[in-house]
């Protein structure tokens, strides 16, 4: 069965750095998403992206993220200067019409000190 | 404001039991109903997903949505130690903004 896959499983960054999280779709699907869970916490909306363009986004993703679906296959979520309340499981997630469900990847840790 | 509600538990129950998880929620608009299973360091794995109002089963679990209360509920049934994983409930009203639950850790012992 697809599925949508996340690399890296874990990344540890230092706080001021740049990370890029990484994600592939399932290949037929055509909305995408980022999500992140903090240790204990809900999972968050962060973003959704469709048709080369963010559709909507939450209070979280201020100017410090970004998305990108840089070929066919691949969309990123960038975290331009990562601060220490960013250390949480970010999840990708995609959907292959508005109301269908999501499937969700096994997501990313990252930890920044 | 878009809110749901969810007990996170943890909820421990013999192997065979009946499990029921709940949800409410106070956003009338809220169409779509999905209960999501995520193990220990996954990503949440979707189990059901219903519109609007009513039951759904498959297999050992039945989904119920009950809008004019604004609360859904999950029963598995015959429950199993490999079931043992927080469930999280989630909805939307059909924008790209899903809203979860906080989850409910859910443990089935042997």
């Known amino acids: 069965e697809p599925e949508v896959t996340q690399t890296p499983s874990h990344q540890v960054t230092q706080m001021g750095q740049e990370v890029i999280l990484r994600c592939v779709p399932i290949s037929n699907h055509l909305y995408f998403y980022w999500y992140r869970q903090i240790l204990g916490q809900k999972v968050e909306f962060l973003v959704s992206?469709?048709?080369?363009?963010?559709?909507?986004k939450s209070e979280i993703f201020d100017d410090q993220f970004s998305v990108e679906r840089p070929d066919g296959s691949n969309f990123t979520l960038k975290i331009r200067s990562t601060k220490l309340e960013d250390s949480a499981m970010y999840f990708c997630?995609?959907?292959?019409?508005?109301?269908?469900?999501?499937?969700f990847g096994n997501g990313t840790r990252l930890t920044v000190t | 404001q878009k809110e749901v509600e969810q007990d996170p538990g943890p909820l421990s129950v013999p192997e065979g039991a009946i499990v029921s998880l709940n949800c409410t929620y106070s956003n009338s608009a809220f169409q779509y109903f999905m209960w999501y299973r995520q193990y220990s360091r996954k990503g949440p794995e979707l189990l059901m997903y219903?519109?609007?109002?009513g039951n759904k089963e498959d297999g050992r679990f039945t989904a119920q949505v009950d809008k004019s209360s604004k609360y859904i509920s999950l029963f598995i049934r015959d429950s199993q130690p490999s079931d043992s994983a927080t469930y999280l409930c989630?909805?939307?009203?059909?924008?790209?903004?899903?809203?979860f639950g906080a989850g409910t850790r859910l443990t089935v012992k042997p």
């Open positions: 992206f469709y048709n080369n363009e963010i559709s909507e």
């Open positions: 997630a995609s959907t292959s019409s508005y109301n269908s469900p999501l499937h």
């Open positions: 219903t519109y609007s109002s």
């Open positions: 989630a909805m939307s009203e059909g924008d790209n903004d899903m809203r």
